[in-house]
C-alpha cells in the first residue's frame, strides 16, 4: 500500500533546452531544482513517476542531526536550518517541527553508542542532553522503557514525507522550474565528451548539467553510461496509526522501535536496528565493498531474499536511447511490508506505551533505501562525463538532510561557493568508478 502524498502534475510540455536537468523527483532532486531557479538558473526537473513517489515519502519524517557520521553533521546543520524556514519560503505546509528527539540505551553497546554520539555533538556545538533513567521517565510519563541512559536534542525535529518534497517541487515552479513527472531519462547526451543533453522518453532536453538524484536507481541508469557505482538496495517497512492520545510528545529511538509523533494526531512507526538487506545480483558483484560494514554492523542488517533477484536478474542493463527503459517499465518501487515484521514492533510499542493498544493501524508500506559501502551519500561530479553531478546513495539519511544535500549539489554543478566541504561525499572514495562506455554523442 503506498503512503498518501499531494499530488503534483507535471508541466505539459517538454523545454527544447535549460541550463540544468535534475534527474529524480524525491526530496533530494526538489531541493536542487528549488536552489537552481532561485539562483536564476533554467532548470528541468524530470522524475518517471510522480512527485516523492519513492523514499521521499516512505521514510520515518525524522529531521536530524545527531546520531549521524561524522562526515554528515555539517550537512545536517546547514539542512536543519533551511527546514527552519523551509515552509515561510515556499508558502506551503512541510509538516516540520522542532519537536525533540530522544534515544535510549538498554545495552553497553548501545550506552557506548550514545557517548560517542554525544561527544559528535558537543564537537559540533549541538546541544545533546544525556538523560538518566529518572529522566527519561519525566519525559515519558506512564511509559514502560527499560532503558539505562537517554540521549535528547531538543532542537532536532520531525516533518511530513507526504507533504515535504511535493511543497519544494511547488516552490521551484513558481521560481521557474519545469516540473515534468511521468517522463523516464533514458540517458545523457555528450558533446565533446560534457554533458549536451538528456534522452527522455518524451524527447530530447538540451542542457549544460545534469544532477542525478535518482535514490534506488542511480546504479542502474549510470551504469548504461559505463559507469561502476557502488549501490545496494535495503527494504524497510513502516505503518502509521490514526489520531491517538497519551502517546510520545518526542521521536524516540528505543531498543527494536522508532516512533514519530505527526502532524495529524498519528505516529509513524517502523523497527530499528535490523534492516533487510536485498540480496540480488549486485550483492555479488560489489560483495568485496560491502564486506567490512557487513561485518561491522552484522548485528544490524539482515540479508533477506525477496522480489528484487528476480527483478535483479531480469532487468536490463544496457539499452539504446531509442528503446524502453527500466525506468519506464517500473514507475514506483513499491514493496510489500514486512507484515510479521511490523507485528513485532507493534507490540513493543504497546508494551512502552499502553496508550497504544487501543491504537488503530490507518496504513502499512514498504520502501527501497539506496546505500553506498560507508553509509554516507555521493555528492559531487562524475569524473567520467563532465557536466554530471552525483546526489545520491543518502542510506536512509536523505530525508532530514535532502534540502541542503540537494542545494549542495546545484553549488557543485555551477561552481559556486559549497555550504559544506564536500570533500567526505566524493564519488572517488570508493576506488575508481570505471567507465567502459561513453554516453551518447
Known amino acids: 500500500m503506498r503512503p498518501f502524498v499531494e499530488t503534483l502534475e507535471g508541466d505539459?510540455?517538454?523545454?527544447?533546452?535549460?541550463d540544468i536537468v535534475v534527474i529524480g523527483?524525491?526530496?533530494?532532486?526538489?531541493s536542487a531544482a528549488l536552489r537552481a531557479a532561485e539562483l536564476g538558473h533554467r532548470v528541468a526537473l524530470v522524475e518517471k513517476g510522480r512527485i516523492a513517489g519513492e523514499q521521499s515519502s516512505r521514510n520515518w519524517g525524522w529531521v536530524r542531526r545527531m546520531g549521524r557520521d561524522v562526515a554528515e553533521y555539517p550537512l545536517g546543520i546547514e539542512s536543519l536550518r533551511i527546514w527552519d524556514t523551509l515552509a515561510q519560503r515556499l508558502g506551503h505546509e512541510t509538516g516540520f517541527r522542532r519537536s525533540g528527539i530522544v534515544y535510549t540505551a538498554h545495552t553497553d553497546a548501545e550506552m557506548a553508542w550514545i557517548e560517542k554520539v554525544a561527544a559528535d555533538a558537543d564537537r559540533?556545538?549541538?546541544?545533546?542532553?544525556?538523560?538518566?533513567?529518572?529522566?527519561?521517565?519525566?519525559?515519558?510519563?506512564?511509559?514502560s522503557l527499560p532503558a539505562r541512559a537517554g540521549l535528547f536534542t531538543e532542537d532536532d525535529?520531525?516533518?511530513?514525507?507526504?507533504?515535504a518534497a511535493p511543497a519544494i517541487a511547488r516552490g521551484a515552479?513558481?521560481?521557474g522550474a519545469k516540473i515534468l513527472t511521468g517522463c523516464a531519462v533514458r540517458s545523457i547526451e555528450t558533446s565533446a565528451g560534457a554533458v549536451s543533453g538528456v534522452v527522455t522518453e518524451r524527447g530530447t532536453i538540451r542542457c549544460r548539467s545534469v544532477i542525478l538524484a535518482g535514490g534506488a536507481w542511480s546504479r542502474l541508469f549510470l551504469g548504461n553510461l559505463g559507469i561502476d557505482l557502488p549501490q545496494l538496495r535495503v527494504r524497510g517497512s513502516v505503518l502509521r496509526t490514526a489520531p491517538l492520545k497519551g502517546g510520545p510528545a518526542h521521536a524516540l529511538g528505543n531498543g527494536d522501535f522508532g516512533i514519530r509523533p505527526r502532524l495529524d494526531g498519528g505516529y509513524t512507526i517502523s523497527r530499528r536496528g535490523r534492516a533487510r538487506v536485498q540480496i540480488t545480483p549486485d550483492s555479488f558483484r560489489l560483495l568485496t565493498k560491502f564486506l567490512p560494514a557487513l561485518r561491522k554492523n552484522r548485528g544490524e542488517l539482515a540479508l533477506t531474499v525477496d522480489r528484487g533477484m528476480w527483478d535483479g536478474l531480469t532487468t536490463a542493463r544496457r539499452w539504446a536511447d531509442d528503446a524502453v527503459t527500466p525506468f519506464e517499465r517500473?514507475?514506483?518501487?513499491?514493496?510489500?511490508?514486512?507484515?510479521?515484521e511490523l507485528a513485532r514492533t507493534m507490540r513493543a510499542v504497546e508494551a512502552a506505551f499502553p496508550a497504544f493498544k487501543d491504537a488503530r493501524i490507518a496504513q502499512k508500506w514498504g520502501g527501497i533505501i539506496d546505500v553506498t559501502p560507508d553509509a554516507v551519500p555521493v555528492i559531487g561530479p562524475a569524473a567520467q562525463i563532465p557536466g554530471l553531478t552525483l546526489a545520491t546513495g543518502f542510506s536512509g539519511h536523505g530525508f532530514?538532510?535532502?534540502?541542503?544535500?540537494?542545494?549542495?549539489?546545484?553549488?557543485?554543478?555551477?561552481?559556486?561557493?559549497?555550504l559544506v566541504d564536500p570533500t567526505p561525499f566524493r564519488a572517488d572514495r570508493f576506488g575508481t568508478m570505471p567507465a567502459t562506455a561513453q554516453a551518447a554523442e
Open 25 to 30: 523527483g524525491g526530496i533530494v532532486g526538489c
Open 173 to 175: 515552479r513558481v521560481k
Open 12 to 18: 505539459p510540455s517538454l523545454p527544447g533546452e535549460v
Open 124 to 143: 559540533f556545538g549541538i546541544g545533546a542532553q544525556r538523560l538518566t533513567r529518572a529522566q527519561l521517565a519525566e519525559r515519558f510519563p506512564g511509559a
Open 157 to 163: 525535529g520531525r516533518a511530513e514525507p507526504s507533504l
Open 400 to 418: 532530514g538532510i535532502g534540502p541542503a544535500a540537494g542545494q549542495l549539489a546545484v553549488e557543485l554543478a555551477t561552481g559556486a561557493a559549497p
Open 330 to 340: 517500473c514507475r514506483v518501487l513499491d514493496p510489500e511490508p514486512r507484515e510479521a
